[in-house]
Every structure is written in structure tokens, then in C-alpha cells.
């Protein structure tokens, strides 16, 4: 599913616009671009997302009144559709070509205004198979923490790989190898994708 | 079984061993000191003993502040990751991997392990050992490969190779408890079974030869119902020699003429010797020869008082040897003259590969078991040196002896310091191997042996030992003290034991094996076997 254009591309990330207002992509969660052309998909991970007026320069004001207020304003003032936009950007983390996927920067950025899709769940469990893409998801820098995005979208994928435990536990092991020299880090992470007690207890019980 | 696998070599040193970084999902727990691993190098396997046992983490944060009331699922996660554990391995012996594109090489490649010569590098693979990788390097039961027991961890059988045992003097020690003359029976057993040598027994608590009761109730055989008639049983007291069912073949019986002035210097502390003694025994010999014990405690006080005016002994002196001497007298299996011909005999039946267990019976004191075994074990050594010059004159392979093993207990009285240089069995531990004659040697205090003997020992079995210096005296002359301490420590009281040395390619710790009917069958003891009723031919041979 279409979800949103690319209005920003650097080697290392894009940045779109999403196509429905107030409601990018959710954070940490695995989005593709299709390059028909060569052959290939570039896959990324939301690494933020922001809605904004389309000048820059100007800061959005109050609209709501005692008996207007949150969705109502958008019924208020149906213009704030043109002039707001939502955008999200995303961190490349590899890419699918002759059948395989690799996960290493694609050779070239995706192209500008290409459209960003959804992934489905078998194109996503084929591609968080394997972990190497959580050191590009560190090495980012943005206005999230590297920590926070990796740590949403270990959730984010453990909730569409259908509560995997047995790949939440090879995600934290990874996680702690590529953490090990900073412990609170890693603690940050860990502490952020914890499935927690109610998981553990159910799985307690699927032992016995 | 499957190969599982434990971790990566991740540093090491030939003088030291090699560091390996455990697994995640391998904890410490599952692995024990001393226990045998496989570290697969790339031209080479290397047969290896976990020495030592370490937990690291990777930020030192982490342990000046470890998580508090932390979730199982972040647990899980840290251990074996941020907090990992090492072993030190130490390579005993190596295998060379057959180059499996040449057919040749495949060939040439039997020969067994080797000492090692290098190490592995980086990221070789730690391992459990394989029933293969033990039989490769311990031999498969049968033969002169005879299983004592199995790995701590594993069901297979670990073999001695008991011709390589009985080539040189051997020890088994233990703290009282750990079941040093059940280990030395089964050893005995073993020899007995394979024939590679006969056995002699100086039994002083009478546990070899028939059944007795164990510390957990149970009635284990003793060899004569195991082996019936190839067991021979010579006891030194009549009474017990005589009870239905357990009866001795032979009473043995001890002639004044047959104690040599070593046997009397070697009682001094029991008989309560002067220092004077020996000067005055070796006057009393110039004199009488092999009469002299017998015509000094024949001798009245007029006598002696006489006889030191003439040889210019001590009047004091002599007097007291005298009275000290008597006690000797009193002891019921001395006679006034025996001849040698009934240890003569003894020793002709271990020719014929007859096995002896000399019992002591109610005479039982350190006093009779030293000058019994040391006499006994003299004449059989001179009977060997002859017997072995016989055969280095024949070439006869005919006259070459039967390779001997005598076994005794309580070994320090015999092999101290002070007295090893003079008792036959300080003799024997030192230098008999050349007249096929070695010493199985049970003791609970192996640091009050000397320290020369025990260097010689080729094989050492040895229970738990706790006192440092008992520990340091066993691992005497032997290398990689330091892995071999600690799986000496952790050994538990009972069934575990630790063999070291000639008959086993490295160390090992096994959990020793059963002796019940399944080992009595292994043995080939007839089932009904019930009279120690010897025939005439056992004890006398067919002529």
C-alpha cells in the first residue's frame, strides 16, 4: 500500500510526505520503496515523524473554541488539509536485488517523489531473518535517539512477526553484543522492548 | 550423541592453554573442572582438560552496578552476552585430521594421539568430547584395555591399559572413606582378568578374598569368588584359616631363622629398638650367622652376659635387644625354624599364573604386617633376580617371570623417608621394574611417603584428597599441576576418582564403575562357585 512520496533523498535516509495528515507511518516500523526499473527494493525504518504548516517560517495557532476542539477543527476548517503536511523520515537499512536481500546502504538513494509502501508480513519476516540492519539503525542520527528508533522497531516487528519470541530474544542478544561496551545504553534498549511480565507469565504457563 | 558446542578459542599461549569464550546459552554450570573437552583446530584435534573457570563481563559498569529487580526476559538477554563466561582449556594431547583428498594420508593417519606441540588459533571450536573422541584416546574395553569406570558426565566406559599398568610401581590414594581397597580390587580384578601379570596380595584387613559387607550394606565378592581356583589364599592364622566356607589353602608359618637383621632394624619403632640394637645384631650375625635370633632369645642371662665378654658387645644393650626381641617369639605364626620351602612354593605358584592374597587374620598389627610382607617380599625378589638372570642367560622365553605385582596397604610404614631405603619395597618402588616385579601401593597419606618413591609411581589413581600436602605429594612429577589440583579438589568422597600417569594417554576424572553381578559376570566368575575347595594340582601344579 501506497502510503506517502519522497520529498527529501540522501544515501542514508529519506524524508516524505505522508498521505494521510497527522498520521505517518508508525515509528520504527519497516517501509519499502520499489525501484522497478533495476529490479530492486530499498527498504527503510521510520526513524521520525512531524506535521508542519507548508511555510516554514510560520508557527500553527490556536483554533479551538469551548465547543470545538481536537477532531471537530479539522470539520471547523477544512482548508487545514491544504495547508498542513505530515512528514516522516526513515533510515535505509537495505535493499532486495536479484532475489536476495542485503543489509548494507543501496548503491544509489531512492529516487525523489517515489512513492513509500507498506511491507507485508512475509516480505518483512524474510528481511528481520536476519539482524545486521540494527548497526545502521545505530549509526543513524536524527532527531530521535538511534536507541529509541531501534528499540520501536524491535516492537513494532515483534508485533507483526505475531509476538515471535524466540526472534525477540535473538534481537535483545544482538542488541547486547553490538552494545556491549555501554551498559546503560543497552539497559535503555532493553528496558524500551521488554514484553514484560504479563508475556512472561503466559509463557511460563504455555511450559507447563 | 551430538557434537555440541561450547565456544571459540579467543586467546591462549602454548605454556599457559587456551581461553575459550563460552557460547550464549552455555552456562558454566554444565561444564566441571577437569573434565575432558575437544578443541577442533584445523589441522589437528587437541584432547584437552578444563583447568579453570571464569565470569567476565563486558563494561565494568556493569558490575559495579548490576541491574536491580531486573525482568527474566533482560536476565536471559544480558547472561552470555554483556556477562559471558571463559574456560581456560589445557591441550594434553593431539590428533592430526586426515587430509581427506588423499587417500594416502587417510591411511598413514592411525597412529594414535600425540603430545601436544602447538595450539589452535583464533575461533577454533570448543566442544564436548564424543564417545568416539574418548575411545580414540582411551582404547575400547577389551584386551589390556580395562574399564575402571565412566566420565562424570557421560555414560562410557574409560579404559586403563593394564599392560601399560603394571609395567611400573602404581598408587591409588584417597582419604579414608573414598574407597581405596574397593578401587584396588577392581584394579586387581582387572589384571587378573587381562593375565597380564599375577598378583600378590598382603590382604592385613582381610578384604580381598572373600565376600564382605560395605558401607552401604551391601555383600560384594571378594576375588576368590570371582576367579575360584586361580586365587590361592596363604593365611598367617590357623583359627581363621579353618572357618567353613572362607578357608585358607595354606597356613603360613614364620621361622625365627628366616627374619633377617633388616626386618628387625625396620621394626625398630614397633619393638621399641635402641639405637644400639643394630650395632649389637651385627655382632650377634658374625657370630652365629643365620642362627643369631634364634640362639640370642634361647640364650640365659649367664649366656648373654658371657657371650658380650667374648664379642665386646654392651651387656645393657644386649640385654634389652633380648627382651624386646621376645615379643617377636610370642607371635603365634613364629616357629623356631621353618624352612623357605612353603614361600618357595608360593612363589612357584605365581609362576604357574596363580594369584596369592596372604591374609593376616587376628594378627593384624603393624608389627606383623611389617615383618611378614617385608620378609615374604624379600625372598620373592631374590627368587626374581634369579629367575630374571636365569632368563637373561637362556633367552629362554620359557624362564622369562611372570611380571609380579605385590599389593600393599598402608604403604608409609613401609616407604617413608626414614625407611625406604632399606625395606625391599623401597627396593622394588625404586628399581624392580627391570625384574618384572612393581608395587600396587595403598595409602591415605601419600606425603608421608618419600618423595623418590613417589616420583617413580607410573600410574597414580587417587580419590578425594584434602590435606595440601597429601595433594601436593600426589601430583608430584606430574605436569599441569595446577588443572589437575583443582579436579582433585572437586572430586566428590565417594566414587570419583582422578588416574593420572602411564596407563592412561591424560589425566582423567571417572566416576569409578560398579561392583556388583554385572562386573562379577564381565569377570567370568562361575555363577554357583561356592567351595574354595582347591585341588591338589592349584596349589602344587600338575606334577
Same mark, same amino acid.
Given at each position: 500500500?501506497?502510503?506517502?512520496?519522497?520529498?527529501?533523498?540522501?544515501?542514508?535516509?529519506?524524508?516524505?510526505?505522508?498521505?494521510?495528515?497527522? !498520521?505517518?507511518?508508525?515509528?520504527?516500523?519497516?517501509?519499502?520503496?520499489?525501484?522497478?526499473?533495476?529490479?530492486?527494493?530499498?527498504?527503510?525504518?521510520?526513524?521520525?515523524?512531524?506535521?508542519?504548516?507548508?511555510?516554514?517560517?510560520?508557527?500553527?495557532? %490556536?483554533?479551538?473554541?469551548?465547543?470545538?476542539?481536537?477532531?471537530?477543527?479539522?470539520?471547523?476548517?477544512?482548508? +487545514?488539509?491544504?495547508?498542513?503536511?505530515?512528514?516522516?523520515?526513515?533510515?535505509?537499512?537495505?535493499?532486495?536485488?536479484?532475489?536476495?536481500?542485503?543489509?548494507?546502504?543501496?548503491?544509489?538513494?531512492?529516487?525523489?517523489?517515489?512513492?513509500?509502501?507498506?511491507?507485508?508480513?512475509?516480505?518483512?519476516?524474510?528481511?528481520?531473518?536476519?539482524?545486521?540492519?540494527?548497526?545502521?539503525?545505530?549509526?543513524?542520527?536524527?532527531?530521535?535517539?538511534?536507541?529509541?528508533?531501534?528499540?520501536?522497531?524491535?516492537?513494532?516487528?515483534?508485533?507483526?512477526?505475531?509476538?515471535?519470541?524466540?526472534?525477540?530474544?535473538?534481537?535483545?542478544?544482538?542488541?547486547?553484543?553490538?552494545?556491549?561496551?555501554?551498559?546503560?545504553?543497552?539497559?535503555?534498549?532493553?528496558?524500551?522492548?521488554?514484553?514484560? #511480565?504479563?508475556?512472561?507469565?503466559? =509463557?511460563?504457563?504455555?511450559?507447563? | 550423541?551430538?557434537?555440541?558446542?561450547?565456544?571459540?578459542?579467543?586467546?591462549?599461549?602454548?605454556?599457559?592453554?587456551?581461553?575459550?569464550?563460552?557460547?550464549?546459552?552455555?552456562?558454566?554450570?554444565?561444564?566441571?573442572?577437569?573434565?575432558?573437552?575437544?578443541?577442533?583446530?584445523?589441522?589437528?584435534?587437541?584432547?584437552?582438560?578444563?583447568?579453570?573457570?571464569?565470569?567476565?563481563?563486558?563494561?565494568?559498569?556493569?558490575?559495579?552496578?548490576?541491574?536491580?529487580?531486573?525482568?527474566?526476559?533482560?536476565?536471559?538477554?544480558?547472561?552470555?552476552?554483556?556477562?559471558?563466561?571463559?574456560?581456560?582449556? %589445557?591441550?594434553?594431547?593431539?590428533?592430526?585430521?586426515?587430509?581427506?583428498?588423499?587417500?594416502?594420508?587417510?591411511?598413514?593417519?592411525?597412529?594414535?594421539?600425540?603430545?601436544?606441540?602447538?595450539?589452535?588459533?583464533?575461533?577454533?571450536?570448543?566442544?564436548?568430547?564424543?564417545?568416539?573422541?574418548?575411545?580414540?584416546?582411551?582404547?575400547?574395553?577389551?584386551?589390556?584395555?580395562?574399564?575402571?569406570?565412566?566420565?562424570?558426565? &557421560?555414560?562410557?566406559?574409560?579404559?586403563?591399559?593394564?599392560?601399560?599398568? /603394571?609395567?611400573?610401581?602404581?598408587?591409588?590414594?584417597?582419604?579414608?572413606?573414598?574407597?581405596?581397597?574397593?578401587?584396588?580390587?577392581?584394579?586387581?580384578?582387572?589384571?587378573?582378568?587381562?593375565?597380564?601379570?599375577? $598378583?600378590?596380595?598382603?590382604?592385613?584387613?582381610?578384604?580381598?578374598?572373600?565376600?564382605?559387607?560395605?558401607?552401604?550394606?551391601?555383600?560384594?565378592?571378594? @576375588?576368590?569368588?570371582?576367579?575360584?581356583?586361580?586365587?590361592?589364599?596363604?593365611?598367617?592364622?590357623?583359627? @581363621?584359616?579353618?572357618?567353613?566356607?572362607?578357608?585358607?589353602?595354606?597356613?603360613?608359618?614364620?621361622?625365627?631363622?628366616?627374619?633377617?637383621?633388616?626386618?628387625?632394624?625396620?621394626?625398630?619403632?614397633?619393638?621399641?629398638?635402641?639405637?644400639?640394637?643394630?650395632?649389637?645384631?651385627?655382632?650377634? !650375625?658374625?657370630?652365629?650367622?643365620?642362627?643369631?635370633?634364634?640362639?640370642?632369645?634361647?640364650?640365659?642371662?649367664?649366656?648373654?652376659?658371657?657371650?658380650?665378654?667374648?664379642?665386646?658387645?654392651?651387656?645393657?644393650?644386649?640385654?634389652?635387644?633380648?627382651?624386646?626381641?621376645?615379643?617377636?617369639?610370642?607371635?603365634?605364626?613364629?616357629? #623356631?625354624?621353618?624352612?623357605?620351602?612353603?614361600?618357595?612354593? &608360593?612363589?612357584?605358584?605365581?609362576?604357574?599364573?596363580?594369584?596369592?592374597?596372604?591374609?593376616?587374620?587376628?594378627?593384624?598389627?603393624?608389627?606383623?604386617?611389617?615383618?611378614?610382607?617385608?620378609?615374604?617380599?624379600?625372598?620373592?625378589?631374590?627368587?626374581?633376580? =634369579?629367575?630374571?638372570?636365569?632368563?637373561?642367560?637362556?633367552?629362554?622365553?620359557?624362564?622369562?617371570?611372570?611380571?609380579?605385582?605385590?599389593?600393599?596397604?598402608?604403604?608409609?610404614?613401609?616407604?617413608?623417608?626414614?625407611?625406604? %631405603?632399606?625395606?625391599?619395597?623401597?627396593?622394588?618402588? !625404586?628399581?624392580?621394574?627391570?625384574?618384572?616385579?612393581?608395587?600396587?601401593?595403598?595409602?591415605?597419606?601419600?606425603?608421608?611417603?618419600?618423595?623418590?618413591?613417589?616420583?617413580?609411581?607410573?600410574?597414580?589413581?587417587?580419590?578425594?584428597?584434602? =590435606?595440601?600436602?597429601?595433594?601436593?605429594? /600426589?601430583?608430584?612429577?606430574?605436569? $599441569?599441576?595446577?588443572?589437575?589440583?583443582?579436579?582433585?579438589?572437586?572430586?566428590?568422597?565417594?566414587?570419583?576418582?582422578?588416574?593420572?600417569?602411564?596407563?592412561?594417554?591424560?589425566?582423567?576424572?571417572?566416576?569409578?564403575?560398579?561392583?556388583?553381578?554385572?562386573?562379577?559376570?564381565?569377570?567370568?566368575?562361575?555363577?554357583?562357585?561356592?567351595?574354595? =575347595?582347591?585341588?591338589?594340582?592349584? +596349589?602344587?601344579?600338575?606334577?
Amino acid at each position: 500500500m501506497r502510503i506517502g512520496e519522497i520529498v527529501e533523498t540522501t544515501s542514508t535516509g529519506f524524508v516524505a510526505e505522508s498521505f494521510t495528515l497527522n !498520521r505517518p507511518p508508525p515509528l520504527g516500523s519497516l517501509v519499502a520503496v520499489s525501484l522497478p526499473a533495476q529490479d530492486m527494493e530499498i527498504y527503510a525504518v521510520v526513524a521520525y515523524g512531524q506535521t508542519v504548516g507548508l511555510d516554514p517560517g510560520r508557527r500553527a495557532v %490556536r483554533r479551538s473554541t469551548e465547543i470545538v476542539f481536537d477532531e471537530a477543527i479539522y470539520h471547523e476548517h477544512p482548508e +487545514l488539509k491544504h495547508i498542513l503536511r505530515t512528514e516522516f523520515g526513515a533510515v535505509l537499512v537495505g535493499y532486495l536485488a536479484e532475489g536476495q536481500v542485503w543489509q548494507h546502504l543501496p548503491p544509489q538513494p531512492p529516487p525523489l517523489h517515489f512513492s513509500v509502501q507498506t511491507v507485508q508480513t512475509g516480505e518483512l519476516q524474510r528481511f528481520t531473518d536476519h539482524l545486521l540492519y540494527f548497526r545502521l539503525l545505530l549509526s543513524y542520527n536524527g532527531p530521535v535517539s538511534p536507541l529509541q528508533v531501534l528499540a520501536a522497531n524491535v516492537r513494532e516487528v515483534y508485533r507483526q512477526r505475531g509476538s515471535d519470541r524466540a526472534w525477540l530474544d535473538a534481537a535483545a542478544r544482538e542488541i547486547a553484543t553490538l552494545l556491549k561496551n555501554d551498559h546503560e545504553a543497552l539497559l535503555t534498549v532493553l528496558y524500551a522492548i521488554d514484553p514484560g #511480565e504479563a508475556s512472561a507469565i503466559a =509463557e511460563r504457563r504455555g511450559q507447563l | 550423541m551430538s557434537n555440541k558446542r561450547l565456544g571459540v578459542v579467543v586467546d591462549g599461549a602454548f605454556n599457559s592453554g587456551l581461553t575459550v569464550r563460552l557460547d550464549p546459552g552455555v552456562t558454566t554450570e554444565q561444564l566441571r573442572i577437569g573434565s575432558f573437552v575437544v578443541v577442533e583446530g584445523q589441522r589437528n584435534r587437541y584432547f584437552s582438560l578444563i583447568s579453570d573457570i571464569h565470569l567476565k563481563a563486558t563494561d565494568p559498569r556493569l558490575l559495579s552496578d548490576p541491574p536491580r529487580a531486573t525482568s527474566p526476559f533482560i536476565a536471559r538477554t544480558l547472561s552470555g552476552t554483556s556477562t559471558y563466561a571463559t574456560v581456560e582449556v %589445557r591441550p594434553m594431547l593431539m590428533l592430526e585430521k586426515p587430509d581427506e583428498s588423499d587417500p594416502r594420508a587417510l591411511l598413514e593417519m592411525r597412529r594414535g594421539p600425540q603430545p601436544v606441540k602447538t595450539i589452535p588459533m583464533h575461533f577454533a571450536e570448543l566442544r564436548e568430547a564424543t564417545e568416539l573422541d574418548f575411545a580414540t584416546v582411551f582404547g575400547k574395553e577389551g584386551g589390556v584395555y580395562f574399564a575402571m569406570g565412566t566420565p562424570l558426565t &557421560m555414560d562410557i566406559p574409560i579404559c586403563l591399559n593394564l599392560a601399560h599398568f /603394571v609395567e611400573r610401581s602404581d598408587g591409588i590414594f584417597g582419604q579414608s572413606g573414598t574407597g581405596k581397597s574397593f578401587l584396588a580390587r577392581l584394579v586387581i580384578c582387572g589384571v587378573i582378568k587381562s593375565k597380564v601379570a599375577v $598378583n600378590l596380595i598382603f590382604d592385613m584387613h582381610d578384604e580381598y578374598a572373600f565376600d564382605k559387607q560395605t558401607e552401604d550394606g551391601r555383600w560384594v565378592k571378594g @576375588l576368590r569368588q570371582i576367579f575360584g581356583p586361580q586365587v590361592l589364599i596363604y593365611s598367617l592364622d590357623e583359627e @581363621l584359616a579353618r572357618r567353613s566356607g572362607r578357608n585358607a589353602d595354606v597356613t603360613l608359618k614364620i621361622g625365627l631363622n628366616q627374619i633377617e637383621e633388616a626386618d628387625v632394624i625396620l621394626l625398630s619403632e614397633e619393638l621399641n629398638l635402641r639405637q644400639t640394637a643394630e650395632a649389637t645384631i651385627g655382632l650377634l !650375625r658374625d657370630h652365629f650367622r643365620g642362627q643369631w635370633l634364634l640362639k640370642l632369645l634361647q640364650m640365659t642371662q649367664e649366656e648373654l652376659e658371657e657371650w658380650c665378654k667374648n664379642s665386646g658387645a654392651h651387656a645393657g644393650a644386649a640385654s634389652s635387644l633380648q627382651r624386646n626381641l621376645k615379643r617377636l617369639q610370642r607371635q603365634e605364626y613364629i616357629v #623356631e625354624e621353618a624352612p623357605f620351602a612353603a614361600l618357595d612354593d &608360593m612363589i612357584e605358584s605365581l609362576d604357574r599364573g596363580k594369584h596369592v592374597i596372604l591374609q593376616f587374620g587376628r594378627h593384624n598389627s603393624v608389627l606383623d604386617y611389617l615383618l611378614v610382607s617385608n620378609l615374604v617380599t624379600r625372598r620373592v625378589r631374590q627368587r626374581y633376580e =634369579e629367575k630374571t638372570r636365569r632368563y637373561e642367560e637362556s633367552k629362554d622365553p620359557k624362564d622369562k617371570p611372570r611380571p609380579l605385582m605385590i599389593t600393599i596397604e598402608e604403604a608409609h610404614k613401609f616407604l617413608n623417608p626414614a625407611v625406604a %631405603r632399606q625395606t625391599t619395597f623401597g627396593i622394588i618402588a !625404586r628399581e624392580m621394574r627391570k625384574y618384572n616385579v612393581t608395587l600396587l601401593v595403598i595409602d591415605q597419606r601419600p606425603s608421608s611417603i618419600d618423595p623418590e618413591v613417589m616420583s617413580q609411581l607410573g600410574t597414580r589413581i587417587t580419590g578425594k584428597l584434602t =590435606e595440601e600436602r597429601d595433594i601436593d605429594a /600426589v601430583l608430584t612429577g606430574v605436569s $599441569n599441576r595446577n588443572a589437575l589440583r583443582g579436579a582433585l579438589e572437586s572430586l566428590d568422597t565417594r566414587q570419583e576418582v582422578l588416574i593420572m600417569g602411564h596407563a592412561v594417554p591424560m589425566p582423567i576424572s571417572l566416576r569409578t564403575r560398579q561392583y556388583d553381578e554385572a562386573f562379577y559376570q564381565a569377570m567370568g566368575a562361575p555363577e554357583a562357585f561356592q567351595g574354595p =575347595e582347591i585341588g591338589i594340582r592349584d +596349589l602344587f601344579g600338575e606334577d
